[in-house]
């Protein structure tokens, strides 16, 4: 009985479980990788791991039994020291006290001072209720819209396929309009108004005209939605030369008229890359002849993942309900995880291999095991309210400000995760398997580059897809592809940061990345690991002091974007260098980190050892 839980519990911790596209080539059809898993080394985004070599375990080496007392000590520490300062009994506690609530686990108060944190958290048992009310719907719907066939006909036959999209389509057309309805009230009109002449630049404008139509229109709505706070209808009126009273009653009417999230316009930023995804996906459709999955001697119900991104649905499937239905599919309209048009038809048109009763339980299961660490940290850990209090930092050491900045990106990380991973599981309850957005806690990362592949994956697949491939990618090799290469990056992480926001501060940010990224590639180059094939242990060594300083700019960027601005990053590191208590515990850090980053390397090669390349 003990064996099979602990069986239990490790399968719910399989890269497997997260997400199927890890363990399978990108370019291998689900189904059949399955059938052949016993057969099977694994996978990688790419396809198989192929021409990298994983070293012999470490994990019982004197070595790493060196590093477990290294973690036996510091992780209890990193988690005590910003207790310690969140207590009552520390004298600073009055000052952020206002900024605490009423919690519900060992009699601890809850920090939820951040607003968007609060949101999120709030509307977690709304989440749960639409999980339940709309799957439902999907069935009682489909009792009354049922897919006929002819008699003999196989359920995967083209006249299937349409039919499933039929189906399936509808609802979602149906079920989108009424949750615009209700979470936006009069807004949702500014909404389908957005998607309409979105779509007019998709199927009007010539085609060699419509990628820059597609760019310049959307990222015009990215900013002015938030420069002019979602376009109230009174400033419509505004416009209107001698407009009557009643117009402008009407609008203020109107304007009061939101839903439950009036601010529609805060997450509309999700929608525009679908919008994006749907223009660029229509107009590569009109330039490919002979793309269709049967045209390639593609079984249409057993692509691979490449094949149900790369290949154009047929031209019929680009209406405006289609895109409309994928614009707000319900479970992914908020927050993600982000689906190319493309892929949403194909997964309408046959439902995904990879979906299974079993795999989507453990997921909902780790969903639950995510929202409740997420509450313990809140309820333990006070870096948000602490911030949020503008203290006088020189009363804090300089390992309570590290730790706390430290423990502010979890929180971060957090707040991300939990509505990823219930959006993506009401979404597999629903039949549709779209990317896992967080592969890695966001300790397991030390390198930049690597990092921006496991945090936010879908938003990642979606900029290498739409800006960084059709820019031409990265070269290193010469002084002028060098510097397209630079541009490029810049290009995609500029548009990450006004993605984010129209905020001087996430330029910044998006600037300092790029900057970052400069070194680890130079030391790729200049040190290349074919030269130390025969000195494994010292490559090693020397990779991971590279990776310290990769770890602590990451920290510093990711404080100055998220965290708190270019004036925490400033406070952070001069309370390290703040005499010698900040010097040593800054040394402290590094060796914990160094310890840290060979468990992360290891934990790469196990994977590795499975046949596993993630790349990050």
């Known amino acids: ?286 330039d490919r002849q002979g793309g269709s999955p049967i045209e390639k001697q593609l079984d249409p119900a057993n692509l691979s993942e490449r094949d149900r991104v790369g290949t154009p649905a047929p031209k019929s499937s680009y209406s405006f309900r289609n895109y409309f239905a994928y614009s707000i599919y319900a479970p992914l309209y908020l927050a993600g995880p982000i689906l190319t048009f493309n892929d949403y038809i194909s997964q309408c048109r046959y439902k995904s291999a990879s979906i299974e009763l079993s795999r989507t339980v453990k997921y909902g299961i780790r969903c639950l095991l995510v929202l409740l660490a997420m509450e313990f940290v809140l309820h333990f850990n006070y870096a948000n309210a602490i911030s949020n209090a503008r203290p006088d930092w020189s009363s804090y050491t300089p390992a309570q400000i590290a730790l706390l900045s430290f423990f502010k990106l979890h929180i971060i990380w957090l707040k991300l995760l939990v509505p990823w991973r219930l959006f993506r599981f009401w979404a597999l309850v629903d039949g549709i398997d779209p990317p896992e957005n967080m592969l890695r806690c966001v300790s397991d990362n030390y390198s930049t580059l690597s990092f921006w592949r496991s945090w936010h994956r879908s938003f990642y697949r979606w900029t290498l897809r739409y800006i960084y491939i059709p820019l031409g990618g990265s070269n290193f090799k010469t002084l002028a592809s060098s510097a397209y290469s630079v541009v490029t990056y810049l290009a995609v992480f500029m548009f990450v940061a006004i993605w984010h926001d129209v905020d001087f501060q996430l330029l910044v940010w998006s600037w300092l990345i790029v900057a970052f990224f400069l070194p680890e590639i130079a030391a790729g180059y200049l040190f290349p690991r074919r030269k130390w094939e025969g000195r494994p242990t010292a490559y090693r060594m020397l990779c991971c002091v590279g990776a310290v300083g990769n770890v602590l700019m990451m920290i510093s960027a990711n404080v100055v974007g998220f965290g708190g601005g270019v004036d925490a990053m400033k406070a952070l590191w001069e309370g390290l260098f703040r005499g010698l208590s900040g010097i040593s515990f800054l040394t402290g850090s590094c060796i914990a980190l160094f310890v840290g980053i060979q468990v992360m390397f290891e934990i790469r090669q196990s994977e590795l050892r499975k046949g596993i390349d993630l790349k990050c």
């Open 1 to 286: 009985m003990g064996g099979g839980i602990l069986g239990f519990i490790r399968s719910i911790y399989q890269l497997d479980t997260l997400d199927t596209r890890f363990t399978t080539p990108s370019t291998v059809p689900y189904k059949l990788a399955a059938e052949t898993r016993k057969d099977a080394i694994g996978a990688q985004e790419g396809g198989l791991s192929k021409g990298k070599r994983a070293g012999r375990s470490k994990w019982s080496t004197p070595e790493f039994y060196l590093y477990y007392l290294v973690f036996l000590v510091a992780v209890p520490y990193m988690f005590w020291v910003p207790f310690e300062v969140s207590r009552e009994s520390d004298p600073r506690y009055p000052k952020f006290q206002r900024y605490l609530s009423e919690g519900w686990m060992l009699g601890r108060k809850v920090d939820v001072s951040d607003s968007q944190l609060r949101t999120i958290r709030g509307k977690i048992p709304h989440i749960f209720g639409l999980l339940i009310i709309q799957p439902l719907l999907r069935r009682v719907w489909n009792l009354f819209k049922p897919i006929r066939l002819e008699s003999g006909a196989s359920e995967t036959s083209p006249r299937a396929a349409e039919a499933r999209l039929e189906q399936r389509i509808s609802f979602d057309a149906f079920f989108g309009a009424i949750l615009l309805t209700v979470l936006h009230g009069t807004s949702g009109l500014k909404i389908l108004g957005l998607l309409w002449l979105n779509y007019q630049v998709a199927t009007r404008l010539p085609r060699k005209v419509v990628p820059w139509a597609t760019w310049i229109f959307n990222l015009y709505i990215l900013v002015t939605m938030k420069v002019y706070d979602g376009y109230r209808f009174k400033t419509f009126v505004d416009l209107i030369p001698f407009a009557p009273d009643s117009l402008f009653d009407l609008a203020s009417w109107m304007d009061n008229q939101q839903g439950l999230l009036n601010r529609w316009h805060i997450l509309f930023n999700i929608t525009i890359l679908r919008l994006i995804s749907f223009n660029l996906d229509y107009a590569w459709m009109t």
